[in-house]
């Protein structure tokens, strides 16, 4: 066999490996992103408009409400998705690595990891669902809790009131996600010597200087993979919000994807619709390649 | 003194760990005793237990619905995750032994893209998805929603499969090109084998998507019989009246199959999450 033969021969057999993948993905996601993006930049009529599109939807009520931010729900879809971000991330990742510590040390634990990983394990549609009916008045418990406490004024429905639809969803998709940090964290703590905490009792560390100086240096890069995987999870929330609110009551509960679904499936504007679409992939990205950018430059 | 302080932390922990796991399991219990009790139990709270007659009649309503039956929707599911489940498993682990295997100058291009395709939305491929099969004649067909759900799943595992192929070692393979196999003949004969439990780990998390997923059935399927499992649950809600026994028993057989097959393969589970998400 000569050489001549040999290696056109390996990088025909080679490309094999790739095209069945390469059809499939470019047919059925890439193809299909790129033309989102193209339809954004036109006009229902099929005129070309450019950013035009852009300024008109990103501008609308449903998406960001200047008028309402001070006055309450509905502050617009995109306002939505931000305060999901900001109470849903450090709610859940915070109760995740205080429940892997502490699950550390305690028997029986893998019980109680399933218990809360069981919300990672329901289908959100079923989770949105449960998360209404644990807010609902009479039949839920969360509003028995509140009554016990004194807090009469917060026993309701809480999905069918504006002003506090969206924290239920919140709160609820705390509950159901929480086990996603809780097993990574277990896993990343798993992963540290057990000389490290031994040497550090050693020079008469307290257990807080001892999370702070050494546990927590250590789970850096699994906080990092933690905050990427939870805020895509939270641009990206439908089902929840689709099940148990529909968005509603008056869109106070409103968030992007479930706003461009109901443009595109709904009032079939599809130039609107890809507009949401973009904006909210180019948030995904955004987040994807700032997270991956500062972890290779660590 | 010492051993009662250590006493008294361990007391503390085990009481702040088993009241977490008393919190997270409420939710759940309650969506259980709705299920198997009558509404009229259960109006004021189904903590009280004043009267308790529990039943299977919700299941039997949800599983024949009227306008939504579940026991067929869960049938639509298993004839559409299966495959989906398949299908990529076998694509992706092709193209991720070729990204661990063979270098050639664009391979990193190409793996950024497929750390990209991870993060992008399903919103983003709604409208065109939905035009491309239409075009294909594969709206509210299953056919359809495998192909998608095959493409989608790609990138993650993949990525999940090259990760995994990396840590073979590769002199076993170079023994059998010596002996004049062929790089298909490695692959299948040699390699193959040796990922079964990586595979496993890929078909659980799979399965679980697709069973799970909602929104691209939603978009792609719109015959009533021919409705998924998940899209059957918001059509039981009812418009004026919600009956939560129904929706509770639907909601519990629903979710058995991916509490069932965590419970039965959580090692392959976990291994698997952990492996898209760390190693990723």
């Known amino acids: ?72 729900f509905p502050m617009g879809a995109l306002v939505h998705n931000v305060i999901w971000i900001l109470i849903h991330l450090p709610l859940s990742l915070f109760s995740g690595l205080v429940l ?145 609110t529909l968005g509603g009551p008056g869109g106070a509960s409103n968030v992007l994807a479930l706003l461009m679904y109901n443009m595109a499936f709904r009032a079939f504007d599809f130039n609107s619709a890809a507009v949401v679409a973009t904006f909210l992939t180019l948030l995904t990205l955004l987040v994807t390649v700032g997270m991956t950018r500062y972890m290779v430059r660590k | 003194m010492q051993a009662q302080k250590i006493r008294k932390s361990t007391i503390i922990i085990h009481a702040v760990a088993w009241s977490a796991a008393l919190i997270w399991i409420l939710p759940f219990l309650g969506v259980l005793m709705a299920a198997i009790r009558p509404f009229g139990e259960i109006v004021h709270g ?18 024949n619905h009227p306008t939504a039956p579940l026991g067929e929707g869960i049938g639509n599911s298993f004839l559409v995750a299966i495959p989906a489940t398949i299908i990529p498993m076998l694509v992706a682990s092709l193209a991720g032994y070729g ?82 196999a062929s790089q298909f003949k490695i692959f299948y004969k040699i390699v193959l084998p040796m990922t079964l439990p990586a595979l496993a780990s890929v078909a659980v998390l799979q399965f679980m998507w697709v069973w799970n997923d909602f929104f691209l059935a939603l978009i792609l399927i719109y015959s009533p019989e021919k409705l998924l499992a998940t899209q059957r649950i918001p059509l039981m809600r009812g418009q004026y009246f919600v009956d939560w026994g129904v929706l509770s028993a639907a909601s519990i057989l629903l979710m058995a199959v991916p509490v069932l097959i965590f419970a039965l393969l959580q090692k392959y589970y976990i291994r698997g999450m952990i492996g898209w998400t760390i190693k990723g």
Do not use: C
Request: charged share 15%.
């Open chain 1, 1 to 72: 066999m000569t050489r001549g033969t040999e290696v056109p021969r390996r990088k025909i057999s080679l490309s094999l490996f790739f095209i069945p993948a390469l059809i499939l993905i470019v047919l059925f996601v890439i193809f299909p992103v790129l033309n989102t993006v193209y339809i954004s930049f036109f006009a229902p009529s099929g005129e070309f408009v450019g950013l035009n599109n852009y300024f008109d939807v990103l501008s609308r009520r449903e998406v960001v409400n200047v008028e309402r931010l001070s006055q309450g």
């Open chain 1, 100 to 244: 892997a510590i502490f699950l550390g040390n305690v028997k029986g634990a893998s019980i109680v990891k399933s218990a809360i990983f069981l919300g990672m394990v329901t289908p959100m549609i079923v989770g949105g669902l449960i998360l209404r009916f644990t807010f609902e008045r009479g039949v839920g418990v969360v509003n028995a809790l509140f009554n016990l406490l004194g807090f009469e004024q917060l026993t309701r429905t809480w999905t069918a009131f504006p002003d506090t639809a969206l924290f239920a969803l919140i709160f609820g998709s705390v509950w159901l996600w929480t086990g996603f940090s809780m097993i990574l964290y277990s896993a990343g703590l798993a992963t540290i010597p057990k000389d490290y905490y031994e040497a550090a009792k050693i020079d008469g560390s307290t257990a807080f200087r001892t999370f702070y100086r050494i546990t927590l240096p250590l789970l850096k890069p699994i906080t990092l993979t933690v905050i990427t995987m939870t805020i895509l999870w939270e641009l990206k929330i439908f089902d929840i919000v689709f099940v148990a």
């Open chain 2, 46 to 63: 189904w903590w009280s237990f004043a009267e308790f007659n529990p039943s299977f009649q919700n299941f039997a309503e949800a599983w």
């Open chain 2, 99 to 180: 990204f661990a295997r063979f270098s050639f100058p664009i391979r990193n291009y190409i793996f950024l893209t497929v750390v990209l395709i991870m993060a992008i939305p399903q919103q983003s491929i709604a409208v065109p998805i939905f035009q491309i099969m239409n075009f294909l004649g594969l709206v509210d067909n299953y056919i359809g929603l495998v192909l998608v759900h095959s493409a989608w799943g790609l990138a993650w595992i993949i990525l999940f499969m090259r990760n995994f192929f990396s840590t073979l070692p590769i002199e076993i393979e170079e023994a059998a090109k010596v002996d004049g």
